[in-house]
């Protein structure tokens, strides 16, 4: 039982990446499963999380303020991959990004308490101006 996270890389600030959190082994149903990043030097952030719709969730999405309106977090109907499209990049969304998903998480902004939180291998986003 884990989570698989693919995408990131390099972009020209204004463009575009998404990154996916897979999970293997579970369907991530009554989930939350959050995003977070990391720059050089500094703490890691809370980013984005969703409450992946079940009978014990109510499929709300969260932002941080810096990316409301520029990215967007989404659940396949497999209930299975979370997704992350980032749309009109900045350079200061450059780090290390990483997903966690923890059932009945409420998607508070910060990282999920142990144990039974599953994390991904993380994945670098850098994004050039």
């Known amino acids: 039982v884990q989570v698989v996270q693919s995408g990131g890389g390099l972009v020209q600030a204004g463009g575009s990446l998404r990154l996916s959190c897979a999970a293997s082994g579970f369907y991530m149903d009554n989930y939350g499963v959050g995003w977070f990043r990391q720059a050089p030097g500094k703490g890691r952030e809370w980013v984005s999380c969703?409450?992946?719709?079940?009978?014990?969730?109510?499929?709300?999405?969260f932002y941080e303020d810096s990316v409301l309106g520029r990215f967007t977090i989404t659940s396949d109907s497999a209930k299975t991959t979370v997704y992350l499209q980032m749309d009109y990049l900045k350079p200061e969304d450059t780090g290390e990004y990483i997903c966690?998903?923890?059932?009945?998480?409420?998607?508070?902004?910060?990282?999920?308490?142990?144990?039974?939180?599953?994390w991904s291998q993380g994945t670098q986003v850098t994004v050039s101006s």
């Open positions: 969703i409450r992946v719709s079940g009978n014990l969730s109510d499929g709300k999405r």
């Open positions: 966690a998903a923890k059932y009945l998480w409420g998607c508070e902004r910060r990282e999920p308490d142990s144990p039974h939180t599953y």
